[in-house]
């Protein structure tokens, strides 16, 4: 595959840890929220190993913020959620699928309730500060809408607890999954959440200071050589195994979440009010017409830069994959796909051309670890 390079810009930012990165090695970058993410440092499965058994950390500012604050706050992130938020508490996260009025995805954010009226978005890859602010126009919501200056730095892997418990004291550590709170570093305070884009545990820090940010960036890695800590980012290999969804690549606005397997945050029996509610009890009451599946393809290697049909036995088109890689852990490929009913039944078999190759693949369920 040709390597082609990204032209930086003023409308694709680089984040204040652009520098370092790209000291340590940065091989390869997306974007994301018009910012610069990075993509690879270097070999995917060496990458792969060493965040399933040691620490490392990300540079995730691209993961960008949409803060609602004012009286109405809580009402119009409610509106725009399928998730109940009425008994939700301050100090926590959580993962909220935000959709439109006829129920299609229009982002999968962790929010954070930073008190009663004051939410933060945590968005994934689309414009949710535009719609956030439609609606609140629309409604003449009590608010205010902005994209405060948070630059977010991952602790992730198996070792990110001895880590961050070195520089912040044992209290981190006990957090429970997806809580937040304060922590001090340098005199300054910093919010800290139990989160990741991985299944390997670890930390998500919500850096505001950008001074303090980067003074804690490279104590992480002082601190962090006994643990043998890298540079890294939001591993493919891992991501896949673990299903963990990716906006844009995986689900879109096409989708509705009851389709992308995410109906424990489909909250229909609820009085709450949001967007879409009607039309995804419709969807509910008739049954899904096509649903998101675990694949396993008889291959060694694959590149999924655009949906790649899967056809039956009689070479008819019965969904398509969004996202692939070799698993080193499987030993083939492995990867994300909407299934047409009837054909999202587990150990459904079917073909799939790869490079003007024909290869063989049957469906499974997510996640596959």
């Not at 913020?65 to 119009?76: M, P, Y």
């Not at 100090?91 to 006829?102: A, F, L, Q, S």
Request: net charge neutral; charged share 25%; proline share 3%.
């Amino acid at each position: 595959m040709k390597i082609f390079s990204i032209a930086k810009s003023r409308r694709l930012r680089s984040t204040p840890y652009t520098s370092r990165i790209e000291k340590q090695g940065v091989t390869a970058y997306t974007s994301y929220n018009h910012m610069l993410l990075p993509a690879a440092f270097g070999s995917l499965e060496d990458s792969y190993y060493h965040l399933k058994e040691n620490v490392q950390v990300w540079d995730v500012a691209g993961e960008r913020q949409v803060e609602i604050i004012g009286k109405d706050a809580s009402k119009l992130v409610q509106l725009m959620t399928c998730r109940d938020l009425s008994k939700s508490k301050v100090g926590r996260c959580y993962y909220c699928p935000i959709i439109d009025n006829e129920g299609g995805l229009i982002n999968d954010p962790v929010i954070l309730k930073l008190n009663e009226n004051r939410w933060w978005i945590s968005i994934a890859d689309s414009d949710v500060i535009l719609f956030a602010k439609g609606l609140a126009i629309g409604n003449n919501f009590d608010v205010k809408i902005f994209e405060p200056n948070v630059n977010i730095l991952a602790i992730q892997g198996p070792k990110s607890y001895k880590l961050m418990e070195k520089i912040f004291g044992k209290k981190i550590t006990e957090m429970k999954f997806f809580g937040f709170d304060y922590f001090e570093f340098v005199d300054v305070k910093h919010l800290i959440a139990k989160s990741g884009w991985s299944k390997q545990g670890g930390y998500e820090v919500y850096v505001e200071n950008t001074k303090a940010g980067l003074a804690l960036y490279d104590e992480l890695f002082e601190i962090g050589k006994e643990f043998n800590v890298k540079p890294g980012c939001p591993n493919l290999i891992e991501r896949i195994e673990s299903a963990l969804l990716s906006y844009g690549n995986d689900i879109d606005n096409n989708d509705n979440p009851l389709e992308c397997g995410l109906d424990k945050y489909v909250d229909l029996d609820t009085d709450v009010n949001f967007l879409g509610k009607e039309i995804l009890k419709e969807v509910k009451k008739k049954g899904i017409k096509k649903k998101l599946m675990g694949v396993i393809i008889e291959a060694k290697e694959i590149n999924v830069s655009k949906s790649i049909d899967l056809i039956d036995k009689k070479n008819f088109k019965i969904g398509e994959l969004r996202s692939g890689v070799y698993s080193p852990h499987f030993k083939k490929v492995i990867g994300i796909a909407m299934l047409d009913k009837p054909y999202f039944e587990v150990s459904q078999t079917f073909k799939i051309s790869i490079n003007g190759n024909i290869f063989e693949g049957k469906v499974c369920d997510l996640p596959f670890i």
